[in-house]
């Protein structure tokens, strides 16, 4: 079976440096995908990691173990904007851009 | 703006009726992607199209069928529509079937 796990929701301060986790057990793994998505709004992309190790992009940094099937994404300094649902996601195979998307975690910014 | 357009926005339709909800990939995609967002189940990727040709399938019901043109728009028509099929519809694009998919704003279908 496919299976995404994500927290539900997290609260952090602004300014202050997030952590949301992802763990995954699906058959078939051909990279992990992060989407930011506010509410009502399309899922806007925000990193990509297929080989084991840490991508960093400005504010935002996500890391994967494969072996362990985990994945976190880090935000930085955060801001009041960066409340919204944050989504892990799996491209199962090599051939199809299939994606396998967890329930998402919510974040909520706070002053 | 990630570039994919999708027509309409809002949808509010009847039970036992159908739609066809339209998308445009960014200029240069050739694939085409559609999921569905409810409250309940999240994202759940429907069906996808590589050049006018199906390339995966998900958990698409049977009601619903999908199709893309050579101008490589996409059109997914759902019909014999039920309260739970309201959620909201995204399209998505890649340049080839395998990069990073670009999502639509979406369209909201409401069945009452």
């Known amino acids: 079976g496919q299976n995404i796990d994500q927290p539900t929701e997290m609260t952090a301060t602004e300014g202050a440096i997030v952590q949301i986790n992802c763990t995954y057990q699906?058959?078939?793994?051909?990279?992990l995908f992060w989407y930011q998505q506010h509410a009502g709004e399309a899922p806007t992309f925000l990193s990509y990691?297929?080989?084991?190790g840490l991508e960093e992009k400005g504010r935002f940094s996500s890391f994967l173990s494969r072996s362990k099937g985990y994945s976190y994404l880090l935000l930085k300094e955060l801001q009041m904007k960066d409340s919204a649902s944050y989504l892990c996601?799996?491209?199962?195979?090599?051939?199809?851009?299939?994606?396998?998307f967890g329930q998402g975690t919510t974040l909520q910014v706070k002053p | 703006d990630s570039g994919v357009t999708q027509t309409p926005k809002h949808l509010i339709t009847a039970t036992g009726q159908r739609v066809t909800l339209r998308c445009s990939p960014r200029?240069?995609?050739?694939?085409v992607y559609w999921y569905q967002q409810s409250l309940d189940q999240g994202l759940q990727f429907l069906i996808q199209?590589?050049?006018?040709?199906?390339?995966a399938k998900g958990n698409i019901l049977e009601r619903f069928s999908a199709q893309q043109f050579p101008d490589l728009h996409s059109e997914l028509n759902l019909s014999s529509l039920e309260l739970g099929d309201s959620a909201l519809y995204f399209c998505?694009?890649?340049?080839?079937?395998?990069?990073?998919?670009?999502f639509g704003p979406g369209t909201r279908l409401l069945v009452l």
């Open positions: 998505a694009s890649s340049s080839d079937g395998q990069e990073t998919q670009y």
């Open positions: 699906t058959s078939g793994f051909n990279g």
């Open positions: 990691n297929v080989l084991d």
């Open positions: 996601a799996v491209r199962h195979t090599s051939n199809t851009g299939k994606l396998i």
């Open positions: 200029s240069g995609d050739l694939s």
């Open positions: 199209y590589y050049n006018g040709e199906e390339r």
